[in-house]
């Protein structure tokens, strides 16, 4: 059974930090590149930064570069995200996976409950 669980969400003020774990099972995602994409209401599920299988290499989008860090341990299974900086604008249910073509071709379309990140002042 596959299982993403997301977590380290929370409510935090402008320029505070976050780091944000999502554990992985059930799959072998070891395999496939990993992101944290995340969705504010209303809004298109957005890709956020991006981790290759080996953890070697490394993609942000333009609005969190050089804020965000992902990094990935395929020991415990776990993709994470450093969030520094934070602005009202992150403010977002986010949610860790495979490459959007892999989840809709070999996860049926499974996503993990997410983790709210709420920024306000």
């Known amino acids: 059974q596959v299982q993403l669980v997301e977590s380290g969400g929370g409510l935090v003020q402008p320029w505070e930090s976050l780091t944000l774990s999502c554990v992985y099972s059930?799959?072998?995602?070891?395999?496939?590149?990993m992101s944290w994409y995340r969705q504010s209401q209303g809004q298109a599920l957005e890709l956020v930064a991006s981790?290759?299988?080996?953890?070697?290499?490394?993609g942000y989008a333009d609005s969190v570069n050089g804020r965000f860090t992902i990094s990935r341990d395929k020991d415990t299974r776990t993709v994470s995200l450093q969030m520094n900086n934070l602005k009202p604008e992150d403010t977002a249910t986010y949610f860790c996976?495979?490459?959007?073509?892999?989840?809709?071709?070999?996860?049926?379309?499974?996503w993990g409950q997410g983790t709210q990140v709420t920024v306000s002042s």
């Open positions: 996976n495979a490459p959007e073509s892999i989840v809709r071709l070999e996860l049926r379309n499974y």
């Open positions: 059930g799959f072998d995602f070891s395999r496939y590149a």
């Open positions: 981790v290759t299988s080996t953890g070697t290499n490394t």
